[in-house]
């Protein structure tokens, strides 16, 4: 029997039920009745008072004094307080980094900052017996490829734009197709502002890399979550589809961690001319 099979075979009705009422009620802007929740939900007339009272006693739900309609309780929004703060967005790219390589087949880690433009890898996920070896502790900072965009990006645009060209003649050529070039770079950065996501194309290494920040529930970030593979498993044409993964799975990190969109990806119609049309072309 699968986890998940057997997860739903212990579950509690009554648990559930009171799960469902909670979202109904969640959903309804203005409230449900105890008629409108017994007819929506399917449950006994009995089975909803005894519910109902209960959530309400634990202050889950509250009755409308000027109505007989029941709306989301106090209580819940003390739990969700304390649910933000255990959930870690660090330790939930963490945990993704294998569900991705899996899937996908590529060389996934997960890099935690260490201070401004600077992280280090905590997590390896390795997809199988063929794939780009990657050390724990190793650090990654603006001018290193994917994630060196990533990083330029979560800076403001004139302080990218100064960080580059005041460092240009440092800017470290790792491989013939690094972009030391500002101008090239700066663009590159404009593009990561805009689809939420950078690569690199045999900029930093061999292979190819995608990058995403995560953030946590105050906007800070949290993590980078980065997918490597050679030229021929992670391929030009892939790199969009992977870093829309990788952007939806930040996002949802994020979501969970009781943070909103990322406002990051607001784009500016000055900003992404001649790059909304079409991904990564380098």
């Known amino acids: 029997m699968s986890e998940r099979a057997s997860g739903e075979r212990y579950r509690v009705p009554a648990v559930m039920a009171a799960n469902a009422i909670l979202e109904a009620i969640a959903r309804a802007p203005d409230g449900m009745t105890h008629t409108e929740l017994v007819r929506e939900l399917e449950l006994s007339k009995s089975s909803a008072h005894n519910l109902l009272s209960t959530l309400e006693s634990l202050g889950w739900v509250r009755r409308d004094p000027r109505g007989r309609a029941y709306r989301l309780g106090g209580g819940l929004v003390r739990l969700g307080a304390f649910a933000v703060r255990q959930v870690d967005a660090l330790a ?129 970030l949290a993590a980078v979550l980065i997918a ?31 943070g909103g969109a990322l406002g990051e990806r607001k784009v500016q119609a000055q900003n992404v001319a001649g790059t909304a049309a079409k991904e990564h072309s380098r």
């Open 228 to 258: 490597i593979g050679f030229p021929d498993q992670l391929t030009r044409d892939a790199i969009p589809s992977i870093g829309h993964t990788l952007r939806d799975v930040a996002d949802a990190i994020t979501a969970e961690c009781g």
């Open 92 to 220: 939930l790219a963490m945990e993704r980094t294998h569900e991705i390589a899996g899937e996908h087949h590529l060389t996934v880690i997960a890099a935690q900052p260490l201070g401004r433009g600077d992280v280090e890898v905590v997590a390896v996920a390795f997809p199988g017996d063929t794939h780009v070896g990657i050390s724990l502790g190793t650090r990654y900072s603006w001018f290193d490829g994917a994630v060196g965009k990533v990083l330029l990006s979560l800076e403001s645009q004139a302080a990218a734009e100064q960080l580059v060209r005041e460092r240009a003649r440092q800017i470290p050529a790792h491989t013939e197709r690094t972009l030391t070039e500002p101008d090239a770079l700066l663009a590159d950065v404009e593009h990561v502002r805009s689809v939420g996501y950078g690569a690199s194309i045999g900029e930093y290494r061999s292979n190819n890399a995608v990058a995403v920040p995560v953030r946590d529930a105050d906007g800070r």
